[in-house]
């Protein structure tokens, strides 16, 4: 397990479970952990040069969050999650983020505009499906923080983490980065125009077209 990173010394820092935290669960959410691949607490307080008590600590609040899960006999191992689970997952948050970004459009300033704007722009240059992702999420998550609703925002980061490595397998299939770049530079435009109602509208039909789009590629994959 490399976690692709290099060993830490963190044995002495009063926030070593909130830092084994993050390197995994990015390691999760951009695949270079897979799904039921074991999370050995030895491996990892090597890893992190600590013991096991915070790495202990940081997979029971990536169990939480569902990222990983507790297996008889295994221990601690990635979660997955089944096509018709992660279909809920999107169901919820076109839920979710088309109230919260109905609640965002009138504190939006010009610079948290311009911010979503820039995102979009690299969106549409590169090429690499891990900068797809970050930088999907960076124009979502711009736009919906000026709602000010933290525990909406929590929620939301905490099912984009549960079907990220599902997000980034839409974003490349055929298309998939041309029709969500459209999408993303309409419920800008909305924002912009400060029609609430619109970018609320637009941003569940994304949400709910990236379901579709995903679940037809797969079908079509296990058809063949």
Do not use: W
Not at 123 to 147: C, I, Q, W
Request: charged content about 25%.
């Amino acid at each position: 397990m490399t976690l692709g990173m290099k060993s830490m010394d963190i044995g002495k820092s009063a926030s070593a479970a909130e830092l084994i935290f993050e390197a995994v669960r990015k390691a999760i959410i951009e695949g270079e952990l897979y799904e039921g691949e074991p999370l050995r607490q030895d491996e990892l307080a090597r890893l992190f040069n600590t013991s096991r008590i915070p790495v202990r600590e940081a997979l029971t609040i990536l169990e939480q969050q569902g990222l990983v899960k507790t297996v008889r006999f295994k221990g601690a191992v990635v979660a997955g999650h089944s096509l018709e689970e992660a279909s809920e997952i999107f169901d919820f948050r076109a839920l979710l983020e088309a109230e919260v970004i109905r609640q965002a459009v009138p504190n939006m300033t010009p610079k948290i505009l311009q911010n979503a704007r820039v995102a979009i722009e690299q969106f549409s240059k590169v090429t690499d499906p891990m900068e797809y992702g970050d930088l999907n999420r960076e124009f979502h998550e711009t736009l919906y923080r000026a709602s000010g609703l933290t525990y909406h925002m929590s929620l939301i980061v905490n099912s984009m983490d549960r079907i990220d490595r599902h997000l980034r397998a839409q974003l490349v299939i055929s298309e998939g980065t041309k029709r969500a770049n459209l999408e993303h530079l309409n419920i800008l435009s909305a924002c912009e125009n400060g029609n609430a109602h619109l970018a609320s509208q637009l941003t569940a039909e994304h949400i709910l077209g990236a379901k579709h789009s995903l679940i037809k590629r797969i079908q079509e994959m296990t058809q063949t």
